[in-house]
């Protein structure tokens, strides 16, 4: 998976309590982004960085932060889970201009 | 593994024979699409790209047109073997803008042995 660790790779957890999902690197690549993925859509950015410190919002960011403090470290952050955000996420990595390499994901349900 | 659409066009094969597997892009403006596959319980993995100033692009086994004017897109994989087994779905780069990379909902593949 291109060097590219997502986890927890499986977690359960219950309405209102935090979630943190980590994604790490070891490719050096500059942009990391954050997906989600449900039936019936494809995957949905939530967050992207470009860079330590900078980061943006995508198309699906409510309910969730990020936090980039490192090159090699991708943060996701559920502050009070709900059952909306039981789903597979995904963290990709890539330079920029260029393939998005993914992880092998993340499967949380929000019980 | 990871659940990656209950609802997914699904296309069968037999092993050997060759695989076309469609995508219809929205925007207009896209100038970069990328092919992945997602086998279950992984992540998706890089097949194959091309720009919008070519038409046609080769790689191992599979080859990916474009035609830009009725805004399709195709992978085609020669000799299709059960390992092809798995969602394959397009992705489109509208001005190479990182937030704006769309991901089509995918087709499921299945090779017959």
């Known amino acids: 998976d291109a060097g590219i660790t997502q986890s927890p790779r499986h977690k359960v957890t219950e309405t209102g309590t935090p979630v943190t999902l980590r994604c790490h690197q070891t490719?050096?690549?500059?942009?990391m982004y954050w997906y989600r993925q449900d039936p019936g859509h494809g995957l949905r950015l939530i967050h992207y960085?470009?860079?330590?410190?900078?980061?943006d919002k995508g198309e699906v960011s409510d309910g969730y932060s990020v936090s980039r403090s490192k090159t090699e470290d991708f943060l996701l952050t559920l502050e009070s889970a709900t059952s909306s955000q039981t789903s597979v996420y995904f963290c990709?990595?890539?330079?920029?201009?260029?393939?998005?390499?993914f992880g092998a994901g993340t499967r949380l349900s929000v019980l | 593994g990871e659940s990656v659409g209950l609802h997914l066009p699904t296309l069968s094969v037999q092993e050997g024979d060759n695989s076309i597997i469609n995508c219809a892009y929205s925007?207009?403006?896209?100038?970069?699409f990328i092919w992945y596959k997602q086998e279950s319980g992984k992540g998706p993995q890089f097949i194959i790209d091309?720009?919008?100033?070519?038409d046609k692009r080769q790689g191992q086994r599979v080859t990916v047109l474009l035609n830009k004017t009725v805004k399709h897109l195709s992978l085609q994989i020669a000799a299709t073997q059960p390992g092809d087994s798995a969602v394959y779905f397009c992705?489109?780069?509208?001005?190479?803008?990182?937030?704006?990379?769309?991901f089509g909902p995918g087709t499921s593949l299945s090779v017959i042995p």
């Open positions: 490719e050096n690549h500059r942009y």
């Open positions: 091309i720009r919008s100033n070519m």
């Open positions: 992705a489109e780069n509208p001005e190479t803008s990182y937030d704006k990379v769309i």
């Open positions: 960085s470009y860079g330590v410190k900078d980061t």
């Open positions: 925007n207009s403006a896209s100038d970069y």
């Open positions: 990709a990595i890539s330079d920029p201009m260029d393939i998005q390499y």
